[in-house]
């Protein structure tokens, strides 16, 4: 089994970033943090590392998009993704862009590292996601089709059958 020695982070959430960073770095791991897209794409340029931990979603271009991107870079990377908005359809679509694993937060340094340990040992490579209420199945399912709808509010409410005003609620709760 290899040794991680350095780690790319991508997390546009300073506080996680930070603790996450702090947890793998007291660990005497490498850590390079990218706090979106451009940055990582940045990092990846200047730096072959071989492990990346990258957040879904993120302002601007999601870590789906990053995925590919990294990818590209570097063939051999492995990639744990990482969402507080687990879904089997994101799961899917992850790892048909090549993440590697898929893990739901709240994570901790030592999951992640198990993670990338299964992967360096050549065991399969599962998908673990915690099981979803309905309230974060729901939240998945609206920011999916907002998404679609290029974060129109009247439009996502039309294909939702939703009223526009119950939509902005419901995209205005935070879901644990």
């Known amino acids: 089994m290899n040794a991680i ?10 506080t996680f970033r ?6 793998l ?22 730096k072959l590392i071989n492990y990346a931990i990258v957040d879904l ?6 870590g789906l998009v990053l995925i590919k991107e990294l990818r590209a870079l570097n063939s051999e990377m492995n990639i744990v993704m990482l969402t507080g908005f687990a879904s089997i359809a994101t799961a899917v679509e992850a790892v048909k862009l090549g993440a590697n ?5 709240p994570v901790n340094a030592e999951e992640i590292l198990e993670a990338f340990r299964k992967l360096d040992g ?16 729901e939240w998945e399912h609206i920011n999916r089709i907002l998404n679609e709808n290029s ?8 294909a939702l059958n939703m009223h526009r005003r119950t ?6 709760k935070k879901i644990n």
Do not use: C, F, W
């Open 151 to 158: 974060g129109n509010i009247s439009a996502t409410a039309r």
């Open 18 to 23: 930070g603790v996450l960073a702090d947890s």
């Open 122 to 137: 050549n065991e399969d490579h599962d998908i673990h996601s915690t099981p979803l209420t309905v309230d974060k199945l």
């Open 101 to 105: 694993q898929y893990l739901a937060k």
């Open 25 to 46: 770095k007291a660990r005497n791991i490498i850590v390079y943090e990218a706090e979106n897209l451009s940055s990582a794409i940045n990092v990846s340029n200047k």
């Open 5 to 14: 020695q350095e780690i790319l982070l991508v997390d546009d959430d300073a």
């Open 57 to 62: 979603k993120m302002p601007g271009d999601s």
């Open 167 to 172: 939509l902005q609620r419901k995209l205005h």
